[in-house]
């Protein structure tokens, strides 16, 4: 038996200031799916989850907020508003790239005073024991540990940064009023008359 096909329904285009909604929705949708990772500095993949999300709606917010079609959708309070949210979505991103980065670094240098300590025990090329104070570079390796000292803690004060920078007032305040933004550009954009 054939299938027949149904012809699908023509869908209108969606106009800029529609699209813009859409788009800025399901990003500000990402961003709160993510955003219980703030409060668990172990939540690695997590948080670096959180930053992407908070990046895609922030480029997102950009693009349209350049759009022409989009001067005659947005109030002058409502852009003020948004470049402020702007500013602080570069902030949080700018945090959570520097944890990111610590924590995508911090093996790479462990795994190198792996290398160095290595050397100083087992067995040699030949099979005999390797004895001797000779043989690990114990400078290196305290350099490295010294490092990597250093970026656990400066990471832990990005991750406090942005502890105290995300339960803002204000910040939490530029959430809202983007979700109370939407809700109302959708409510004047259902009463467009179609073209």
């Known amino acids: 038996m054939a299938k027949t096909s149904q012809p699908l329904a023509k869908q209108r285009p969606l106009s800029v200031p529609q699209a813009a909604v859409a788009a800025i929705r399901r990003h500000l949708a990402e961003v709160t799916q993510h955003a219980s990772a703030i409060h668990r500095p172990e939540a690695v993949h997590e948080l670096h989850d959180l930053r992407i999300a908070i990046k895609h709606l922030r480029y997102t917010l950009e693009l349209f907020l350049e759009a022409p079609e989009m001067e005659s959708a947005l109030y002058s309070a409502e852009k003020t508003g948004l470049e ?3 500013t602080d979505l570069r902030h949080l ?5 520097n944890i990111h980065d610590a924590d995508v670094l911090m093996p790479t240098l462990l795994k190198q005073l792996g290398r160095l ?17 000779h043989h ?8 490295l540990v010294a490092l990597c000292r250093r970026i656990k803690e400066q990471r832990a004060q990005h991750y406090a ?22 809700a ?12």
């Open 84 to 86: 402020a949210l702007l």
């Open 93 to 97: 991103q700018e945090l959570l790239g």
């Open 117 to 133: 300590v290595r050397k100083g025990y087992g067995k040699d090329a030949d099979g005999a024991s390797i004895i001797g104070v």
């Open 136 to 143: 690990v570079d114990l400078e290196g390796c305290e350099g």
């Open 161 to 182: 940064e942005l502890c105290q920078f995300w339960e803002r007032p204000e910040r939490q305040k530029l959430f809202s009023e983007l979700a109370a933004l939407l």
């Open 184 to 195: 109302r550009l959708e409510a004047d954009l259902a009463h467009v008359p179609e073209r």
